[in-house]
């Protein structure tokens, strides 16, 4: 065996990289990251220029194809009603993300026992619940304790920062209605936290935290990995896992530079996202595998799920003030969260507000795309200026985060003909938003208008039933039957035992909610299983 | 920050010719007459300032911008013929101008912006509780749960 051999190998450097390379190498592990992109560093985020939303339109869009940076690999969209979102460099798409942190709840892991749809998960809420905890407080999570619509003792670390005036206008007028809301939960600190700074309110989340507050996992979390002796190569683009004559992983080629190379590793986690992975799985066929690697179930790439999620926004009188940071929620609600079958669906939608101000170019589509006559309207010429100065300050956004059911005509596959900077074939995406979705997002934006209209808007439309999510789930889905799932309920690959998957690929449903508390959840429960178990592990020796 | 803090980087995007600026200048007005207390497009500086800072970072824009300061043509009819038959080419354009505008610091202020780019605001001690007075948050409280438990057996 070679000296570099691994402990363990981690494919991607976002946020269940990050969660499970501090873990395992606090816990002694000798530890490899390889990650496609780069660090992030601070000083090149657009946030603090006055072109910034420019800049995000374009070299810091969400969409790679958009980006077209050289670590980013090509997504075909051509069968996909959902555009994509990811962030490829060290926190992966937490670098980017409004930082939104929203636990799961108990009915999102018993979908099949309590509404009769999918799977339910092999694992429940309360199992789950001491690693949100953990992650909870290793990314310096704010927020309120004490909110009904969880279980008793979810009490984020940190208080919460402030719902500001958008929160306090709509949580009025969710008052009058007598529905469900409560402080936003945010993967920002509302005071010094760690390796976090205090948020100093900036507005700009989505384009890069430009001053280190936001619980990015390159900010939070590979600060303890890196001074934990992990070892992080970047601008490494990993093409294949490996496996020894025992069928057992035992390490990853990557490309780095334009160099092939070898990672040998006794056990192999793989982070890249719910496209990226079922990609790399998918990369990783053999005479063994030929269907891909620990595919024997067929899921793999299958089952994808994104949250195509709606939009609505109400003009106020107020001023707002609403450019006051930070992006990540500023009230939420799941007052239409849980299943009730009048409504003609099952599942839910968890609301949340944003401020707008902060991104006044999107003013454009909100009054341009706008439901209700809305677009119709003029907007460009001598409106221009009156729409502006009637939304900039005084818009309220609602986003209506639906659950979104697998099925598994929505998958991920290799588009050999769009390959990326190092000719790895892409990844395409066959996405069509299932009814129970729409009716689920119609649904619920109707109800947010009547939000909107109790906290007093002057107007309010929907302005897209459609937007990308960023969230990228279900695609190596965990269950206990081989054949009806690709890993175990600690993220083991059924077929290949010394390889996990510790990401979002693998969700059994959507949920209701955005993903990263879940995924952080899942990778550290992985990492505590492997450190717990690491006498039983059976690891590649070859 | 105040409004002399921002500086101008040289565009780094070949600039446009006073002719290309000129035919900009109609174009982009047309856009944004100004009103409300803003200024009209070219009154804010977007085509001889503002647009160099869009282009430079937008190579995408940079050449859509290009492409319709070529075309011949009133001014009001090229843009209703681009909205009409291509509207991605018309939308580009437009967000590129816009883009322009609300780099301003004079525009920015004229919405409400407290500073030419994003500013900190950091929260007093107090500003989070003081957002819940009148307990707003307790009526929510007193409803009770809301959510199904995980099913037992």
Known sequence: ?542 | MSITDVTIQPASAPVLSEEQRARLAVLADLLISGGAGLPSASGAEVPTQWIDRVLAVRADLDATVRAVLELEGDPGEVLAGLRADSPEVFGAFAMAVAGAYLINPRVRRGLGYPGPAPMKNPALPDEAEAYLEGGILDVVVARGPIYRPTPQG
């Open chain 1, 1 to 542: 065996m070679s000296t570099d051999v691994a402990d363990v190998l981690i494919i991607g450097a976002g946020a269940s990289g990050g969660v499970a390379a501090k873990h395992l190498a606090e816990a002694g592990f000798s530890v490899v990251v390889l990650e496609q992109g780069d660090w992030v560093n601070q000083s090149d985020l657009p946030g603090l220029r006055p072109e910034y939303e420019v800049l995000g339109g374009g070299p810091w869009h969400p969409n790679p194809n958009v980006r077209q940076r050289p670590e980013d690999y090509p997504i075909n969209l051509d069968d996909s009603a959902a555009v994509i979102g990811m962030f490829n460099g060290v926190g992966g798409s937490t670098v980017l993300y409004a930082s939104c942190w929203c636990r799961a709840k108990p009915s999102d892991f018993r979908v099949r026992t309590l509404d009769g749809v999918a799977d339910d998960w092999p694992v429940s809420y309360e199992e789950l619940e001491p690693f949100y905890r953990q992650v909870e407080y290793d990314l310096g999570i704010s927020g309120q304790a004490g909110n009904p619509a969880y279980p008793p003792g979810y009490a984020p670390p940190l208080p919460s920062l402030p719902i500001n005036m958008a929160g306090r206008v709509m949580a009025q007028g969710m008052n009058k209605l007598g529905w469900h809301w409560w402080p936003g939960y945010n993967s920002i600190p509302s005071q010094d936290h760690l390796h976090q700074k205090k948020c100093e309110r900036y507005g700009v989340c989505m384009y890069g935290c430009p001053q280190g507050a936001k619980g990015s996992t390159d900010v939070a979390l590979f600060p303890d990995a890196l001074a934990h002796g992990a070892r992080l190569e970047t601008r490494a683009r990993v093409a294949r896992i490996s496996l020894d004559e025992n069928g057992l992983a035992n390490g990853a080629v990557y490309f780095q530079d334009g160099v092939e190379k070898f990672q040998p590793a006794k056990l192999v986690l793989v982070g890249a996202n719910g496209i990226g992975t079922p990609r790399l799985l998918l990369m990783s066929e053999s005479a063994g595998h030929p269907d891909g690697l620990a595919n024997s179930s067929g899921l793999v790439g299958k089952r994808f799920m994104t949250h195509p999620f709606g939009t609505s926004v109400g003009l106020y009188e107020e001023d707002l003030e609403d450019w006051v940071g930070p992006t990540g929620e500023a009230i939420e609600s799941m007052q239409f969260y849980e299943t009730d079958p009048s409504r003609g669906f099952v599942r839910g939608s968890k609301w949340h507000i944003i401020p707008s101000a902060g991104r006044p170019l999107g003013m454009i589509n909100r009054f341009t795309m706008g439901e209700g006559g809305v677009a119709d309207e003029p907007f460009w010429g001598e409106a221009f200026t009156e729409r502006m100065k009637a939304s900039v300050g005084h818009l309220i956004e609602w986003m209506i985060m639906p659950d979104d059911l697998p099925e598994e005509h929505n998958r991920i596959t290799l588009d050999h003909e769009k390959t990326d900077s190092d000719g790895l074939p892409g990844a395409k995406v066959a996405y069509v938003t299932g009814e129970n979705t729409r009716k689920l997002v119609d649904w619920n934006l109707q109800r947010s208008l009547e939000a909107h209209e109790a906290a007093g808007a002057t107007k309010a439309w929907i302005t897209n039933r459609n937007n990308p999510s960023w969230h990228n789930m279900g695609t190596a889905r965990m269950g206990d039957d081989p054949e009806t799932s690709v890993v175990n309920r600690w993220g083991q690959a059924h077929d290949v035992p010394n390889l996990y998957v510790i990401d979002g690929s693998q969700f059994v449903t959507a949920t209701g909610v955005n993903p990263t508390a879940t995924i952080c959840a899942l990778a550290k429960r992985t990492a505590a299983y492997l450190v717990e178990n690491r006498r039983e592990q059976k690891v590649s020796t070859a």
